[in-house]
């Protein structure tokens, strides 16, 4: 399948029956200005925010944005829910691939758009349909970026999964991995099939956000290109999670 670009994304919806509004003029969406809360929370609406507007009409659905951190630990909950109607944020687990963390502690260590890498991909996605597949339901996603727009062939989607559960992390210290797909608990799962599903964007980045609004350690660095990957580096003596179960999830 040949690489996608937005405009594509908007003439064609790739056949999933969501009507992506070519044709019709959306007035300009107006947010309310961020409540007071977290510091991290405020820097989050800043950028479902800023990845909306970059996105344009492809997401037609703009209440609700999905942006999952990859630079903190898969133990933490680093999926957020950024709604900015109601000014909220709400966090939820996901997993990783295993091309990403092949030594399985718990850190994201490359990010990657290659087909059978296994690896997360970074950048921005709308989100399409539910279909049933191997994980039960599941939501397909459509990579906006030259970073991620081979989700489509590379079957990455939104699915359930045992490994991803909180008790996951209360037994191991954290996540299993994916093959790359976004990965959550059943719970968490139904919670995003209502609110990010049809035609949302999601957006995927080692952001390393605390909720206090700094940078958790070790803070990153991406280097690479979309055709090779992109690798993070991390400061020296990072602090990571002992190997209890290695290689089995």
Known sequence: MPDM????????????????????????????????????DRELFAIAKRELDKAGDVIWRKDIVGIADFGLHSAERR???????????????????????????????????????NATSRGAYVTWEWYTGKFGTSVRLGGLDPTNNHALQRYIVMHRATYAEPSH??????????????ALGEEQFKIALLNLSGGRLLYAEALGLKEDGTRAYPPTTIVGEPENGYHILRQPKQETFEQTNPGVF
């Not at 029956?17 to 007035?27: D, E, F, K, R, W």
């Not at 829910?81 to 260590?109: A, C, I, M, Y």
């Not at 992390?169 to 976004?182: D, H, K, P, Q």
């Open 5 to 40: 670009k937005r405009r594509d994304l908007i003439k064609t919806g790739l056949g999933t029956g969501i009507a992506l509004g070519a044709s019709v003029s959306l007035p300009t969406r107006v947010f309310a200005q961020p409540m007071a809360g977290s510091p991290r």
């Open 79 to 117: 999926f957020h829910f950024v709604n900015l109607d109601r000014q909220e944020v709400k966090s939820f687990h996901v997993s990783h691939g295993t091309g990403s963390d092949p030594e399985h502690d718990g850190w994201l260590n490359t990010f990657s758009n290659v087909e059978g890498s």
């Open 169 to 182: 992390v209360e037994r191991w210290g954290r996540l299993g991995r994916s093959n790359g797909c976004f």
